[in-house]
């Protein structure tokens, strides 16, 4: 008895709802709205799939095709090649690895061997019997001929360049030559 | 007199040897990409005394020097002088080269870099190089075979270790039979220049048995003449003896001040003074490829002594390459293009 009132209740709510319907202004408006929303979403796919099909229309075209895949390979190629070149070169590098110990490379031993060479000459062309000379001594003579070197050049450079200085010099050796072959 | 030079000569050499007070110099190059070259010296000596005269390298005012006192671990004390300057091109360097008025002025030097564009990878090339001493020598690679040169190329320390170290008979023995064999091209060398300087004296005075290619073609029989007479060579090339069993009574007294000027300017080569130091080169990206040795630490390295630029160009070459990204990328981008392409024609096909 008392679901066949609830039943009766609901079907009057439902026919109230359906005979109050919202008062449309313009329902032509809303209709064609809703159609061109429609067109439109079909006309946004079209163009995605046209810019596609254009972007890849090369491929219909047969030697632009094979002119892309060919330029692919190439491309490929070199990669492989030059990647491959630069590993072989690097393996053949990491044999020249060596353990240097510390960062100034002594003089190699042939150049020892070179003034070794020269040291038995000297001691060969030395007199018999003749003072040798201390490892100091020599020494000191190479550096005082180092810089005897250094200053001579230097000096020669400015007599050089002062063409009164070597008028003088010159007049001065003539001097001296004139003096000892007085003598 | 020319006993005397001679004698004066090899006296000097010797002592050149022994002399153990030059700084002990390292000069690093590092490289960068956009040619740029920043380079540091490192100078150690027993004592401060750094002179630019005996720097082995340029140096002037214009470097940032930073000196310091180091202790060593076998307790002595040294003194080391770290400079550092930026070098815009190599260009920069060269004209530092020719304006060196350092220990090594007499010597031409220059260093060389080089950019190569290879679409993945830039490739770059920078080296040192230091001229040839004699003009008329030999190649040592014309007296010594793979194995040897490479001795003879490899820094000492790395040669006393294998001496010393297991199997040492054998490496002393190798480094006897070098040894020999550098002495044979020095020698030939030092003849070989002597013939050419002396042909360029004469000139045109000589007869034709006295010609520049005939005395070459008896070169080996100059060289043995000088080798059996090593002993006494000082004199017996005083008094005229060698040369008169070389190129004739007649002719030895007619050309006796030109041979004394070829065997002076001859000698002068052979004997150029030259302070040995060590070159580094650190290069921009990854090495691909030199003719030095590398450290532990990855940093290329080349002793610099005389007898590697004596009768050849001394070259101290490296090559990188650096990896170009963005041509990846766009090489990555291009393949996928064409590969989409590809699968959506046989896609299309299909259907």
Request: proline content about 2%.
């Amino acid at each position: 008895m008392k679901m066949t009132k609830e039943n009766d209740r609901y079907k009057k709510i439902i026919e109230i709802l359906r005979n109050s319907r919202p008062d449309l202004i313009q329902p032509e408006g809303i209709e064609n709205e809703v159609i061109r929303k429609i067109q439109n979403e079909d006309q946004k796919t079209g163009t995605v799939s046209d810019f596609i099909e254009s972007l890849f229309s090369w491929v219909y075209i047969g030697w632009v095709r094979r002119s892309l895949v060919g330029a692919a390979v190439v491309l490929v190629a070199v990669f492989i090649y030059q990647q491959g070149f630069i590993l072989k070169q690097v393996r053949n590098i990491s044999e020249r690895v060596v353990n240097i110990g510390n960062e100034q490379v002594s003089v190699p031993s042939s150049d020892f061997a070179r003034r070794l060479t020269l040291y038995k000459m000297s001691t060969r062309l030395a007199p018999a019997g003749g003072k040798r000379v201390s490892e100091k001594q020599l020494e000191d003579i190479l550096n005082s001929y180092d810089e005897l070197l250094v200053k001579y050049k230097d000096l020669i450079r400015i007599i050089e360049e002062d063409p009164a200085l070597k008028q003088y010099i010159e007049n001065k050796l003539n001097e001296e030559g004139n003096k000892k072959s007085d003598i | 007199m020319k006993s005397r030079k001679l004698k004066l000569i090899i006296t000097l050499a010797l002592v050149m040897a022994a002399s153990c007070n030059d700084p002990e110099t390292v000069v690093t190059n590092i490289i960068h990409r956009d040619g740029s070259v920043t380079r540091r010296i490192e100078m150690k000596s027993l004592e401060n005394k750094f002179e630019i005269s005996d720097i082995q390298v340029p140096f002037d005012s214009t470097w940032i020097v930073r000196d310091s006192l180091e202790i060593t671990g076998e307790g002595d004390t040294i003194w080391v002088k770290r400079a550092e300057k930026q070098f815009a091109s190599v260009e920069e360097i060269n004209g530092d080269y020719q304006a060196d008025s350092g220990a090594n002025k007499g010597f031409v030097r220059r260093a060389e870099f080089r950019k190569k564009f290879k679409w993945f990878n830039t490739e770059y090339n920078f080296a040192e190089v230091i001229n040839k001493k004699m003009l008329h020598g030999y190649p040592v690679s014309d007296f010594l075979d793979k194995e040897e040169l490479k001795w003879f190329y490899t820094p000492d320390n790395l040669n006393d270790e294998k001496k010393n170290g297991p199997d040492s008979l054998r490496f002393r023995a190798f480094s006897d039979t070098v040894d020999k064999k550098l002495e044979k091209w020095y020698l030939r060398s030092l003849v070989s220049e002597w013939i050419s300087e002396f042909a360029i004296l004469t000139g045109d005075k000589t007869d034709s048995d006295m010609t520049q290619e005939s005395l070459k073609k008896r070169e080996n029989e100059f060289v043995t003449i000088v080798e059996n007479n090593i002993e006494y060579f000082d004199s017996l090339w005083s008094n005229g003896t060698l040369l008169r069993e070389f190129i004739g009574e007649e002719n030895a007294i007619k050309y006796k001040s030109e041979a004394d000027s070829a065997a002076s300017i001859a000698t002068d080569h052979f004997w150029d003074s030259f302070k040995d130091y060590t070159v580094r080169t650190i290069m921009p990206g990854k090495l691909t490829g030199t003719n030095g040795f590398i450290d532990s630490t990855g940093i290329l390295l080349w002793p610099v002594n005389s007898d590697f630029f004596m009768t050849e160009q001394y070259i101290m070459h490296a090559e990188s390459k650096v990896p170009n990204t963005w041509a990846w990328i766009v090489s990555g981008l291009f393949l996928l293009f064409v590969v989409t392409g590809i699968i959506l024609k046989k896609k299309k096909s299909v259907s």
